[in-house]
């Protein structure tokens, strides 16, 4: 029997405590010892919640598309039925914290669950049940009364592998959602260069540990009967009813996606000699993100319920590479750090012809207004001219182009750079096709869609 346990040292109300949940998949953690009536409750945490992704899109469709929004037209080319692969979903169960609010979102303590159910292929639900005895439920059961509001807010992988993540100081009793929010928890951002300068490419592992840091956030009501009825073995359903009430968790990431399509017309279709894309690099990031977005009402999570964001929270003195701009010399010989390289992979799909290569990377939150003045983050794209007369020899020949890290409209880029990169996101851009190696020319395709919804059908911007 496996089982995962926070111990934790009581002290001075003032002390700050940080815990990470006690999770069990096999059978019930240790109650808190007090006397009082014992309530078993039962949530659900999502990493793919489509219903409340449609709302997200309709709410930016029905938006301007000016300075602070995403493409309108983001809905219309994302599918509602799909999401991200197992290992961007996948929850860590011994790396979580799950934080009991009242109803004025003051903390009433940490909550120690276990795990009854999963989704063990895709992992995009969990089933929670936690057995407490807690004063503010048992004041409300001898009151009998009707309403009873309290939050939930989970964390999740803030010690994944690399990341160096936080976990919220707290005092029960004192410390509000609000608090917690302006903490700004951070994490690192996905290693870039590993020892000795050698390149390497981060992506989530289940296996390595290597997850990406969410949180989540929801307010729910029960009654008092409904609390003096609950069982271990019948527990009140919080997630039951029409619509569910669930705990969605937004990655604190966002993907950013480039796909070679160049000359594939009809298809992917590898024995094609063509100019293909060979490798991917960024240029300028923040080294830091936030654990979870601001919240309140002036926040991302104005009713302490989490929903897609619509702006970035950037850490308190996060840094900026601030890279010089674009060359082909400064593509070809930079060695700096401060380049992420994309992982290489194929699109999944059933069918032969839409499995274009693809090149994936994640990114900690960006804000152009932020930066200022410092040169706006730009893809590097190393191509390659399979069917060049040079290379008759065997020998491939290969050069540079900036992908503008914006938006595309038929192909060509709008504006000096993308408004920002927001958590939870995936950014894709689609090469249809490029100049020659003495021209910068590059036509793209852009979308923008909620991670909820993983796969995206782009334009053609021939």
């Known amino acids: 029997m496996t089982r995962f346990y926070n111990k934790f040292l009581a002290a001075a109300s003032a002390m700050m405590l940080t815990l990470t949940g006690c999770v069990n998949e096999d059978s019930p953690c240790p109650g808190d010892g007090d006397d009082g009536t014992k309530v078993t409750l039962q949530f659900t945490v999502m990493t793919h919640n489509p219903a409340a992704s449609r709302e997200a899109q309709q709410s930016r469709?029905?938006?301007?598309?000016?300075?602070?929004s995403l493409l309108s037209r983001a809905g219309d080319d994302c599918y509602d039925d799909l999401q991200g692969s197992p290992a961007e979903n996948y929850i860590n169960t011994a790396d979580c914290q799950f934080l009991l609010f009242d109803a004025d979102r003051k903390l009433l303590r940490p909550i120690f669950p276990e795990i009854t159910g999963k989704d063990d292929v895709q992992y995009t639900y969990y089933t929670i049940k936690a057995s407490i005895t807690e004063p503010y439920f048992d004041e409300a059961v001898k009151a009998d009364l009707d309403q009873i509001d309290f939050y939930i807010m989970v964390i999740a992988n803030s010690h994944s592998t690399g990341l160096d993540g936080q976990y919220p100081g707290f005092t029960p009793g004192v410390t509000t959602i609000d608090d917690i929010a302006a903490?700004?928890?951070?994490?690192?951002?996905?290693?870039?260069?590993?020892?000795?300068n050698l390149i390497t490419e981060w992506q989530p592992n289940i296996n390595q540990n290597k997850l990406i840091p969410m949180a989540g956030l929801q307010k729910f009501t029960v009654s008092a009967d409904q609390l003096k009825e609950s069982t271990y073995d019948t527990p009140v359903d919080l997630s039951a009813g029409t619509p569910a009430k669930t705990i969605d968790?937004?990655?604190a990431m966002a993907k950013i996606e480039v796909v070679d399509k160049i000359d594939?017309?009809?298809?992917y279709d590898p024995n094609i000699k063509r100019m293909r894309v060979e490798k991917v690099e960024l240029i300028g990031m923040y080294r830091k993100g936030t654990l979870m977005p601001s919240i309140g009402p002036d926040g991302q999570w104005p009713n302490y319920i989490s929903t897609q964001v619509t702006n970035t929270t950037l850490p308190p003195n996060s840094e900026y590479t601030n890279p010089v701009a674009y060359k082909e010399s400064y593509a070809s010989d930079n060695n700096s750090k401060d380049i992420m390289f994309f992982n290489e992979g194929t699109i999944d799909s059933e069918k032969a012809e839409e499995r274009y290569p693809i090149f994936f990377g994640y990114v900690t939150e960006y804000s152009k207004a932020?930066?200022?003045?410092m040169v706006k983050p730009y893809l590097v794209i190393t191509l390659v001219d399979e069917s060049s007369p040079d290379n008759t020899d065997g020998k491939e020949t290969s050069f540079f182009k900036e992908l503008k890290l914006t938006s595309y409209t038929d192909g060509a880029p709008q504006g000096d750079g993308i408004?920002?990169?927001?958590?939870?996101?995936?950014y894709r851009y689609e090469i249809n096709a490029v100049g020659s190696s003495e021209a910068n020319?590059?036509?793209?395709?852009?979308?923008?869609?909620n991670w909820d919804n993983y796969t995206v059908d782009i334009p053609t911007f021939n």
Request: proline share 4%; hydrophobic share 35%.
């Open 264 to 267: 594939l017309p009809d298809g």
């Open 441 to 449: 020319i590059i036509d793209v395709g852009y979308t923008v869609c």
């Open 370 to 373: 932020a930066i200022g003045s």
């Open 419 to 426: 408004n920002f990169l927001l958590r939870n996101h995936i």
């Open 249 to 251: 968790m937004l990655r």
């Open 183 to 196: 903490q700004k928890l951070t994490f690192n951002l996905p290693e870039r260069r590993g020892q000795y």
């Open 61 to 68: 469709a029905d938006g301007d598309t000016t300075e602070g």
